[in-house]
């Protein structure tokens, strides 16, 4: 038997800092800001894109579970840059990454590296 409280109304979910309006209407055409050249592991491909980040400078971290690696896409290429892994299983490289962020007080990328059970920081610029 369940003894919970079940409503409709959840809370607002935020994932940065910026507030947008609960109203907020939006175009319906999307952008292609990384891949979209069909799967695959080439500079200009995804395969199996899971997390991402945005920095300040709009360029796009994506952490890549079936290429185990993450790119980087800065605005408006039309090709990425493998910044780790690009292997898997060993100690300096990924296992199907699921999320990254970047640490900006150490410049450093904190990945959620899943096939290695381990949460990593990774220097940006030494990377």
Do not use: F
């Not at 919970?4 to 910026?18: G, K, W």
Request: charge should be negative.
């Amino acid at each position: 038997m369940l003894d919970s409280l079940v409503t409709n109304e959840l809370p607002p979910l935020r994932s940065s800092s910026i507030d947008i309006h609960p109203n907020a209407k939006w175009k319906q055409i999307g952008v292609t800001v990384a891949g979209g050249n069909e799967e695959g592991n080439g500079i200009n491909q995804l395969n199996c894109p899971w997390g991402l980040y945005v920095d300040d400078e709009e360029t796009v971290y994506v952490a890549e579970e079936s290429n185990h690696r993450i790119m980087e896409w800065k605005s408006g290429a039309t090709n990425g840059k493998v910044i780790v892994g690009g292997k898997r299983n060993v100690a300096n490289q990924l296992n199907h990454p699921e999320d990254v962020i970047i640490d900006k007080e150490r410049d450093s990328l904190i990945i959620s590296d899943y096939r290695n059970k381990r949460v990593v920081r990774w220097p940006r610029r030494d990377s």
